[in-house]
């Protein structure tokens, strides 16, 4: 029997898309030929999935999980916002969502492999693929952490089109915690804190305001205190703790979480499909190439 490396396996299995143990059975069935292995394995029907490796599955849902001072946030995809709806697709997100938050996986490989009921999340996904009839991809995930005395906020907008967690920090109010979750979901902002702007950014930014600032004619002794206001409104745009809250405009986010006696202390958004490239077609036109397959 030949030997079968791990390499093999991974390279049959990213050709395949099938699950680890059915790449390496059927490289073991023909000695280790790739070319074998692949033919063998669409024979079996078991490559239906690969079939669907080069679409665009930018659809999908997220879904968040708190498991005790550890919360997770994950995002899975599929093509169309219908297989979202689908009760095998949810429960495959919160499945993950779940299974990450108890393991706490380094980055999205350590991930793949985390078992939920005797396998690996990467062959939970194939087997969806194959189950479902569209391409499923976990696409990313984040984990944040809190002390004893901190306290989460999930929200979830569109059914888990938009997934949010916060930690608000020296607090126990949950409603808080969502209402920053709330704010989070619908102004998105980039940064928590002006500190947390990359410093090039911050730069071109104040360089174009001094421009337009001495465009505009005014006095050059007064020109720095006049871009010194326009940055702070610079950072109420772009950074949570200094943006009006939604719910109450006269007031900023970090004052209205201090008036409840916390501080925002991190927070994480995703939105399906946010920077990936979207699926376009033509309905009819995919119709008709079907019929003529």
Same mark, same amino acid.
């Given at each position: ?46 490559? !239906?999935?690969? #079939?669907?490796? &080069?679409? +665009? /599955?930018?659809?999908?849902?997220? $879904?968040?999980?708190? *498991?005790?001072?550890? %919360? ?15 009760? !095998?697709?949810? #429960?495959?997100? &919160?499945? +993950? /969502?779940?299974?990450?938050?108890? $393991?706490?996986?380094? *980055?999205?490989?350590? %991930? ?23 391409? +499923? ?157």
């Amino acid at each position: 029997m030949a030997n079968i490396s791990a390499k093999q396996v991974k390279e049959l299995r990213d050709i395949t898309g099938v699950g680890m143990m059915d790449a390496k059975k059927a490289l073991v069935e023909v000695d280790g030929d790739l070319d074998k292995a692949i033919d063998n394995l669409r024979e079996k029907g078991l490559a !239906k999935a690969a #079939k669907k490796a &080069n679409r +665009i /599955a930018a659809e999908g849902l997220t $879904a968040s999980y708190v *498991d005790g001072n550890v %919360a997770a946030l994950v995002e899975v995809n599929s093509e169309t916002d219908f297989v979202a709806s689908n009760e !095998k697709f949810i #429960k495959l997100v &919160n499945d +993950i /969502a779940q299974a990450v938050a108890k $393991a706490q996986p380094a *980055d999205l490989e350590a %991930a793949n492999e985390i078992q939920i009921d005797g396998k690996s999340i990467a062959d939970q996904v194939i087997e969806a693929t194959q189950v479902i009839g569209e391409k +499923i991809s976990f696409r990313r995930f984040a984990i944040l952490t809190k002390s004893d005395n901190d306290v989460f906020g999930e929200y979830a907008h569109q059914g888990g089109r938009i997934g949010v967690l916060t930690v608000i920090a020296d607090s126990k109010d949950e409603e808080v915690a969502k209402d920053v979750a709330m704010h989070v979901a619908a102004i998105n902002p980039k940064y928590l804190n002006p500190e947390d702007v990359d410093a090039e950014e911050v730069e071109r930014e104040r360089t174009v305001q001094r421009e337009l600032t001495l465009n505009e004619g005014k006095p050059e002794n007064i020109v720095d205190k006049i871009v010194e206001g326009r940055m702070h409104k610079f950072y109420s745009e772009i950074c949570l703790n200094e943006q009006a809250f939604v719910k109450d405009g006269d007031q900023t986010v970090a004052k209205y979480v201090a008036s409840h006696g916390g501080k925002v202390a991190a927070y994480v958004r995703f939105e399906v499909g946010e920077g990936m490239e979207k699926r376009s077609e033509n309905f009819a036109e995919e119709v008709a190439a079907q019929m003529n397959n």
